[in-house]
């Protein structure tokens, strides 16, 4: 079974911090989704990224995919409080699942 | 537009009784899937269906039961709820064919937390 690894678990930050979290697998991934879940709702895409060494923004967030397709990272520039939620990395498989990451908290404080 | 619809959206039961967690989605989205979340665990996949008539296990399937009949429904049964089933539950659905593997999202509800004593 493909295990996604998230790291920091917990981040606490001031705004205007910039930051990065990881998402690392134990084999090869096909492709990478990453979502943001704000509380009391559930998880929202930002992005999937899918070839090896690929860089996408999304206006401060800046998501890469490892060259070997191993990792993922998420960097945000000047994180605001609105930027304050639960970061999942997400494993699409060929039989049709969707597995997740265990999740980075992210906290900005203002 | 309601998206995926979840009900309901709190449940507190006694262990040994056994209820069923609603979901629609009005996306005609043929893929549809329950996951549980608990604290530093992220989200577990239960049950999967991609499509009418055809449903199948993800992670944690134990003591839990789906079918899927229409399109529209998929519902989660819980048999005889037990205290480790405390959880907050999500449905969630995407189209066929640009099913997760292809990049398509989830559009998830918006969960029910489900408590046993």
């Known amino acids: 079974t493909q295990l996604l690894e998230q790291s920091p678990q917990f981040l606490s930050i001031q705004e205007g911090e910039n930051l990065t979290v990881y998402c690392n697998s134990s084999?090869?991934?096909?492709?990478l989704q990453w979502y943001r879940q704000e509380p009391g709702e559930g998880p929202v895409l930002l992005v999937t990224?899918?070839?090896?060494?690929e860089v996408k923004k999304l206006k401060r967030l800046t998501f890469q995919f490892g060259d070997a397709r191993k990792d993922s990272s998420l960097h945000i520039t000047a994180a605001q409080p609105g930027d304050t939620g639960l970061y999942l990395c997400a494993e699409p498989s060929n039989t049709g699942k969707l597995i997740f990451g265990q999740g980075t908290t992210l906290q900005v404080k203002p | 537009n309601a998206g995926v619809t979840q009900t309901p959206k709190f449940q507190v039961l006694k262990t040994g009784q056994s209820m069923t967690l609603q979901c629609a989605q009005d996306?005609?989205?043929?893929?549809m899937s329950w996951y549980r979340q608990d604290p530093g665990m992220g989200l577990r996949l239960i049950h999967y269906s991609v499509g009418a008539g055809i449903t199948d296990q993800g992670e944690v399937p134990n003591g839990y039961n789906v079918s899927r009949s229409t399109t529209e429904d998929f519902p989660l049964r819980l048999l005889s709820a037990a205290p480790s089933q405390t959880s907050v539950y999500f449905c969630a659905s995407s189209p066929q064919g640009a099913a997760p593997i292809y990049g398509s999202p989830l559009h998830f509800g918006n969960g029910t937390r489900l408590t046993v004593t």
């Open positions: 990224v899918v070839t090896g060494g």
């Open positions: 996306m005609n989205h043929e893929y």
């Open positions: 084999s090869v991934f096909s492709s």
